[in-house]
């Protein structure tokens, strides 16, 4: 009876421990787009917010073997897409790498006690997603509009 | 190995008679074959083998000491954001540190004639890597695209043991900085993808034949292997080329004059 009891105030201690920690992180728990980043400005996200909440995983490893073995960029599920809206920016206007403390991804991650790994090798902050179509639009070497000048081999 | 192999320059007329065995779903596939992608937009269907991408060295055209390509290539694929780990020694550092094309210089020791040329993933039709692979993480492409999914990659490395190129590079330490289209994490296996984020973004190009273009050499020619009217197989038809290590059998997408 007296472990019972013993057990019991354990507990309730974690709990209380576990929530004040809660209360110190976030105003309103669930809520963690950054005022800065370009998805506050937005009504919702690629999904309700709630199916995004529960899903965004599974969206994610979807659409990771459609861009690794199928060749498809620029879905709205990608985790390029992820980072880009979802990044907070400092007050010079940089962005801050999305797996930091207190950014959107590690906020949330870290209320829900998951393990946080995709950014072990993806990019943490919007940089050299600078091939986008709109680039290769504009670069020299289109194709349809292949070079009319002699190739290597006949020069 | 009992691999059928995929004639380079198959021709029209036996696309057509495979493709007739194969299914009468294929709606007139003659249709569609040899077509460019029209237009540079991120594409919204998966890759599919009407093209085969490679790359024509001309190895006369390729200077000596000219490292335009593969300071290109690094740029482009993130290579020069790795920093050598605190205390390591320069030169394994050199050794380790992960590159996508090696500028190999030969000499024939009885003539002293000195060949330079970039050594990169030959993208094979029949890869040693992807056979080696025991989770199936290297793996090719429909496209012909030699790549690896890191998701699926544990790092043993069969893979660099296999590749009679020395392609592949191993990263040791976890990667500060990391470009969105070049991922990039300790214990996985990369190398040379032919610029895949460009082809998918509907440019065809590379980094390495850009620089060696805007070099003013011209040494380095990509296209589809599969368009007899392309860049790639009217300069292939022109010159005699070669595969390095035609003897394994490979069928490689990276071909060589002037060896």
Redesign the interface.
Known sequence: MATVMMKGVLLASLVATFGMGVVAQAEEVGDYVLPSSKAASLENCVEPTEYMRRNHFELIRHQRDQTVYGGIRGSDHGISGCVSCHVGYDDKGAPVEIDGKGQFCQSCHEYAAVELNCFDCHATVPTGEAWNHEVAAAHAHLPGAAKTGPTSAER | MNHETESMNQGRRDFLGAAAGVSAAAVAPGMFLHT????????????TDMHRWGL?V?TS?CADGCTACVDACDTEN?LNLQSKPLGDDKLKWQNQRSTWIRKVKLQDNLTGNVTNLPLMCQHCEHPPCVDVCPTGAS?K?A?GIV?V???TCIGCRYCMMACPYKARSFIHE?VD??????????G?VESCTFC??????????TACA?ACSAEGH????FGDLKDPT??LR??????PSRQIRQDLGLNTGVRY?GL
């Open positions: 460019p992608v029209a237009n540079a937009a991120a594409r919204t269907e998966p890759v024509l001309d055209k993130g793996f492409r496209d790549m999914d890191r998701h976890q900085q990391k470009l969105t289209r070049a991922p990039r994490g300790k996985c895949v984020h460009r082809l998918d973004s509907g440019d065809i190009s850009d011209q040494a380095l020619v392309g860049p009217q300069a292939l038809a022109k010159a004059t």
